[in-house]
């Protein structure tokens, strides 16, 4: 019976059946309803009614058991002419709507006049016969175009329904590109039919509709490419990059398919484009299910404020699974807010939001049901970019001011790590640059290197990023401060932005070359120096200012008192066994502090201080450090109690 007969059944065994009558003759044989695994008339209708006069004369090509031929007819298209290479559905066709004219031709010799039709319809032929890119396949889709273009007249339309998959986009482009008549310029109009869905209901497939109007030879040359995206036509100068967006349009439907019939084990990210900015993405979507958690609903949507992207709670995927489970959803979705755009309210966000979330649901989830939009109270945060700037070695970089409860941050962010805040500082209630906050905790334990001597000295800090750990110890100590800095945009930015003092020196220059040719000595030296390559384990500091040549140009740029403090932010233990080792090879005393807030571990080391106490940190600091829990410090490193740590770790 028809009702047993599957879609998997009917479909073909493999790519090349699709371009064989015999194919289509059984095919059309097994199953005699109509078959619409491109989408019901009702779906594609719009588009063909925005571009179809009544009085046009209509060709389908390739119309099978379609009821596209009786839905034109009944929609007021009263000249329509249906051909097909299968002599079986033609029959059935006839038999089934006898008021209408149905052909047994073959679309590559088409046999009409020139210029005899308005608009050419075909609703999946072309995909039928580009089962693959095998030139032999394309040379017939060729010639079912030429043969199109001929019976189209100047100013008509030729209507195709296509997957657009890869090898189809590219022989469509291609013709109408390069082998078009001379006289003749093609504009193809790209439009997404949203609703479409193929016959297999678990898996959403984008459909297209090409509209393909043949006009009279224009200046721009032989074709012009349109993609649609709302109501807005896109142009685009190069197919590849036409094809390059038809292909994330998929790519997102395939995923989105998987988002909605899967609990995800991963957090799942994804942006989402305006239509007044195609390059730049005006929401950042990440999900996250968490179902052994204790859930009220099944999906809720969580609406980062801006400028609180960068928190460690929203901006890594550590964090936002401790925020998730605490949503009370088995599903949350955060939305990270771009700094390009100027955004409304909150409730404006959100309505923009709302289809783009239906879309991210769960699976079982109910249609209908309201979807909660939560956010840390009832604003989307402020921010005020002060400058964004670009620069060779760090790239693009965004200086802001940054709204958080009832304080104001400004802060400079790499925009190629926007999860990570590379400076900090608070604004005063009165504008003005707070000196005394350090947002790190790790500032301050690299800072207790300075409490070990009695008078004040000279500290060299490598690496200076937006100045706060040199301004502090220039605004609250008599140290004398010199920074070394690879990237001179960014030291413009720390005298700019974040009131690096003049006192401060430094020298734009490459830190391990500084180190091997500077004749000075310093009680003090501080590397916060992080990598490029955040993929590695290791990402601060880079691993050359961690080898031998370079700790020993360290020690003879030490005063004989002095101190090595290193920011290690590294995850790997083994790693960090491997680095205190190579410590251990120049320097007597090692000592170290693991800050809890991070992975960053504050290592000391010295081949005369021993560690064993603590001076009071900064005498002229007057409480504003903010320095707390020093008790902590330091905890002595103990390589062979570590190395069996990690063996038993690693064993587990």
Not at 85 to 113: C, G, H, W
Not at 204 to 224: A, F, N, S
Not at 486 to 506: H, Q
Request: hydrophobic share 35%; proline share 3%.
């Amino acid at each position: 019976m028809e009702a047993n007969v599957s879609c998997n059944q009917l479909l073909p065994k493999s790519k090349a059946d699709f371009a064989t009558k015999d194919y289509w003759d059984r095919f059309f044989t097994k199953r005699t309803a109509a078959f619409e695994w491109y989408g019901e008339f009702y779906q594609i209708s719009p588009v063909i009614f925005k571009y179809a006069k009544q009085n046009d004369k209509l060709l389908v090509v390739g119309c099978g058991n379609s009821t596209m031929s009786q839905d034109l007819y009944r929609s007021g298209y009263t000249s329509v002419v249906s051909v097909d290479i299968s002599d079986v559905v033609i029959k059935q066709m006839k038999k089934k709507y006898p008021k209408l004219d149905f052909r047994t031709m073959d679309a590559t010799n088409l046999e009409f006049s020139d210029s005899e039709f308005g608009i050419v319809i075909d609703k999946g032929t072309t995909d039928a016969l580009l089962p693959s890119d095998a030139p032999d396949k394309i040379e017939v889709a060729h010639k079912v175009f030429s043969e199109v273009a001929r019976c189209l007249r100047f100013g008509g339309r030729f209507i195709c329904v296509s997957l657009l998959q890869d090898h189809v986009a590219g022989a469509v482009f291609d013709y109408f590109r390069t082998k078009s008549a001379q006289d003749t310029t093609w504009v193809v109009r790209v439009h997404r039919c949203e609703d479409c869905k193929t016959c297999d209901s678990s898996l959403i497939l984008p459909v297209y509709i090409l509209v393909c109007t043949k006009m009279k030879r224009l200046p721009t040359g032989p074709c012009v490419l349109e993609l649609m995206i709302g109501d807005k036509a896109m142009r685009y100068t190069s197919a590849e990059d036409l094809c390059k967006e038809i292909k994330e349009q998929q790519n997102f439907a395939f995923l989105k398919n998987h988002v909605n019939k899967t609990t995800l084990t991963e957090e799942f990210h994804t942006q989402l484009f305006s239509t007044e900015d195609t390059q730049n993405p005006k929401y950042e979507l990440f999900i996250v299910d968490t179902p052994d958690s204790d859930t009220q609903c099944k999906l809720a949507c969580f609406l980062v404020p801006e400028g609180r992207e960068v928190e460690w709670l929203y901006g890594t995927p550590e964090g936002r699974k401790i925020t998730a489970k605490q949503c009370g959803a088995t599903r949350v979705i955060f939305v990270h807010l771009n700094r390009v755009f100027t955004y409304g309210s909150q409730q404006d966000i959100q309505d923009e939001l709302s289809d783009a979330i239906q879309e991210m649901v769960p699976r079982n989830f109910k249609e209908g049901v309201r979807i909660p939009f939560m956010s840390l109270g009832d604003s989307a945060g402020t921010r005020n970019v002060l400058e964004k700037g670009h620069s060779d070695l760090s790239g693009t970089f965004v200086v802001e001011d940054v709204r958080v409860y009832h304080e104001t941050f400004r802060r400079l962010v790499f925009c190629g790590r926007q999860s990570v805040i590379q400076t900090e500082m608070r604004i005063t209630a009165g504008g003005e640059l707070d000196f005394s906050y350090l947002s790190g905790e790790y500032y301050r334990y690299m800072l207790v290197a300075l409490g070990y001597f009695d008078q004040p000295g000279s500290a060299l800090l490598l690496g200076l990023g937006g100045g706060t750990l040199a301004s502090f110890i220039s605004k609250f100590t008599e140290w004398k401060v010199e920074a070394v800095e690879l990237d001179p945009a960014i030291v413009e930015v720390a005298r700019k932005y974040f009131g690096l003092p003049e006192s401060t020196i430094t020298h734009v220059q490459d830190a391990f070359k500084f180190i091997k040719e500077t004749t000075g000595t310093f009680e003090v030296i501080l590397l916060d120096i992080d990598s490029k390559n955040v993929g590695q384990a290791m990402t601060c500091p880079p691993e050359e200012f961690l080898e031998e040549d370079f700790l020993d140009n360290v020690v003879k740029r030490l005063t004989e008192k002095g101190i090595f403090v290193v920011n290690l932010a590294c995850r790997d233990e083994s790693k960090c066994l491997e680095v205190y080792r190579t410590l251990q090879k120049k320097f007597q005393y090692l000592s170290r502090v693991d800050i809890s807030e991070d992975v960053n571990k504050i290592i000391m080391a010295s081949n005369v201080c021993k560690f064993d106490s603590v001076q009071k940190l900064i005498e002229t600091s007057q409480g504003k450090n903010e320095i707390s829990n020093l008790s902590r410090m330091m905890e002595s490193v103990d390589v062979a109690k570590d190395e069996q740590k990690n063996t038993e770790r690693l064993h587990r």
